[in-house]
């Protein structure tokens, strides 16, 4: 399987990783009777649920771009983000089923 993942906020706010910014509650409010909007869930997250779901990930290709918020603007749900996915506005990945 091989995947190129996009994490930025695609327009919603005008920082590429705004969409830390909100708490859970908010977020709702925002993605509103929408049934999906974007995926919050950074890099690291996305290889653990793919490892998670049996895949063994292979290829992780990073794309950083360090002019976004930083972790003092974030929600306090997203303060604890590591800086590697703070900065993290894309990834192409390969796994396969183990």
Same mark, same amino acid.
């Given at each position: 399987?091989?995947?190129?993942?996009?994490?930025?906020?695609?327009?919603?706010?005008?920082?590429? *990783?705004?969409?830390?910014?909100?708490?859970?509650?908010?977020?709702?409010? %925002? %993605?509103?009777?929408?049934?999906?909007?974007? *995926? $919050?869930?950074?890099?690291?997250?996305q290889v653990r649920?793919?490892?998670?779901?049996?895949?063994?990930?292979? %290829?992780?290709? $990073?794309?950083?771009?360090?002019?976004?918020?930083?972790?003092?603007?974030?929600?306090?749900?997203?303060?604890?983000?590591?800086?590697?996915?703070?900065?993290?506005?894309?990834?192409? %990945?390969?796994? $396969?089923?183990?």
């Amino acid at each position: 399987m091989s995947h190129q993942i996009d994490f930025a906020s695609h327009g919603i706010t005008s920082q590429w *990783n705004g969409h830390w910014q909100y708490p859970e509650w908010l977020w709702r409010i %925002v %993605v509103g009777g929408r049934p999906y909007l974007i *995926n $919050r869930h950074p890099a690291s997250a996305q290889v653990r649920m793919l490892e998670s779901a049996g895949f063994e990930v292979g %290829v992780q290709m $990073r794309q950083y771009c360090p002019d976004g918020m930083r972790k003092d603007q974030l929600s306090d749900e997203w303060r604890s983000i590591p800086d590697a996915d703070l900065e993290c506005c894309g990834m192409y %990945v390969q796994a $396969r089923k183990r």
